[in-house]
Each structure stands twice: as structure tokens, then as C-alpha cells.
């Protein structure tokens, strides 16, 4: 079977019911966050029963970047941002936040 990354403005549960998920996959740079991950899942869960969760850990060398991270490079060094994120993700970013907006802090 296929793998399919979905996003949106939308609850996790919504996104599930409309496209007929049932895995849920959450990320975790650090062990310290597994707790919270873990009640995430478990409360999209209470909402959508039928979904599974997965926790999938960063490698090393991933395991420090931050959407705070990611979001300060858009807005001060977009160049860059080829360094962490996929080149279509890059690409919104950039058009997310154009020039004129560079340099404000977030």
C-alpha cells in the first residue's frame, strides 16, 4: 500500500474520516516529549476510536530542528531552509512569508 502525507488547517480527525486513515504518525525529536505525544494520540483517539497511533523517533541528526527553528530560518535565511526541510516544503515557506516580511521575529 501507498503511504500519503495529508495536511491541512483541519483537526487530525477530520483529515482521517475524509481521506480513511487509520495511523495516525506523530514524530518525536526527544524521549522527553514521548509522554506528550502519547496523550495527543490518546486524544484524538477518544474522538476517532478507529485510529492507531505510531510514534517515529528523529534520527540524530534531525533531532534539534523545531517548527520554531524552521520558521525564524524562513523569515531571516530562506536560503537555507533547503537544509531542513523537503524542497516543496521550502517553497511554501517562502511563499508564506515573501521578502517584505523578513526580518520580524516570530
Known amino acids: 500500500e ?3 502525507v495529508i495536511y491541512g488547517h483541519y483537526r487530525a480527525t477530520q483529515i482521517a474520516r475524509a481521506f480513511g486513515c487509520d495511523v495516525l504518525i506523530r514524530g518525536l525529536r526527544h524521549e ?3 509522554a ?7 486524544e484524538l ?4 476510536p478507529t485510529l492507531s497511533g505510531l510514534i517515529i523517533p528523529a534520527r540524530e541528526p534531525f533531532a534539534h ?7 525564524r530560518r524562513a523569515l531571516h535565511d530562506p536560503e ?3 537544509n ?3 524542497p ?4 511554501a515557506l517562502r511563499n508564506r512569508f515573501p521578502s517584505q516580511q523578513r526580518g520580524v521575529s516570530c
Not at 506528550?36 to 490518546?42: D, K, S
Not at 483517539?45 to 476517532?48: I, Q, V
Not at 530542528?65 to 520558521?71: A, F, G, H, P, Q
Open 88 to 91: 516543496f516544503v521550502a517553497d
Open 80 to 82: 537555507s531552509l533547503s
Open 65 to 71: 530542528i523545531s517548527s520554531t527553528e524552521v520558521r
Open 36 to 42: 506528550y505525544e502519547e496523550e495527543v494520540i490518546a
Open 84 to 86: 531542513y526541510v523537503p
Open 45 to 48: 483517539r477518544a474522538e476517532e
Open 32 to 34: 522527553r516529549e514521548r
Open 2 to 4: 501507498d503511504l500519503q
